[in-house]
């Protein structure tokens, strides 16, 4: 499935697609709301595919930070995890 193309799952409501770290792909998914919110705040109905295929870059350099940080394989991300490397967080 690693080389499969990012696709949106229905019934999860989440863009799947495959990273490639190390030489291996790993699987990892965002859900619609969060592309929403952090790519798309100001619209209605996009097409969360689309609005990841827009992104995918930030979205894989996400998916290697939480890898570095000791995430395992399927890798969720949240919109917290599509924050400015650097930034702070709340609090």
Excluded: K
């Amino acid at each position: 499935m690693a080389d499969d193309a990012p696709f949106f799952h229905e019934s999860s409501g989440t863009v799947r697609f495959w990273v490639l770290v190390d030489g291996a792909h790993m699987g990892a998914s965002i859900s619609r709301e969060a592309l929403h919110h952090r790519y798309r705040p100001n619209s209605q109905g996009e097409d969360p595919l689309e609005t990841y295929r827009d992104n995918a870059a930030d979205i894989e350099a996400a998916v290697r930070r939480r890898l570095a940080q000791g995430s395992r394989e399927p890798v969720m991300l949240r919109e917290y995890d599509l924050r400015a490397p650097g930034a702070q967080g709340p609090g």
